[in-house]
């Protein structure tokens, strides 16, 4: 089952290939309720993605994956709507391969 629509690597300097993706899934801060995301782009190391939060670099958050995991990440840069994000741990190879497939 695949979650992502057919992926495409996009270059950059990062620590893993980014894919680009749409992937739905959520955002939670430490407290507060689950809001709704667009992945846009994905790597084992981080994603970029449209959150309606006021976020900051260095602020920790749990991504809800319809893969059914909740990885933790830490917002690393901040472009309006659009957020940088980096993964705690390495996005595990098979929720990777599923949500770009």
């Known amino acids: ?45 981080g994603f970029r993605a449209a959150i309606p939060l006021d976020l900051k670099p260095g602020m920790l958050l749990r991504i809800g994956l319809p893969t059914g995991r909740s990885p933790h990440a830490i917002v690393a840069r901040v472009d309006g709507d659009q957020y940088g994000c980096a993964f705690t741990a390495p996005l595990d190879p098979e929720d990777l391969e599923l949500l770009v497939s």
């Open 1 to 45: 089952m695949a979650f992502g629509r057919k992926a495409q690597v996009v270059s950059d300097p990062r620590s893993g290939d980014r894919q680009a993706v749409v992937v739905q899934a959520t955002a939670r801060l430490l407290v507060g309720e689950a809001v709704p995301i667009t992945i846009e782009n994905l790597s084992s190391s």
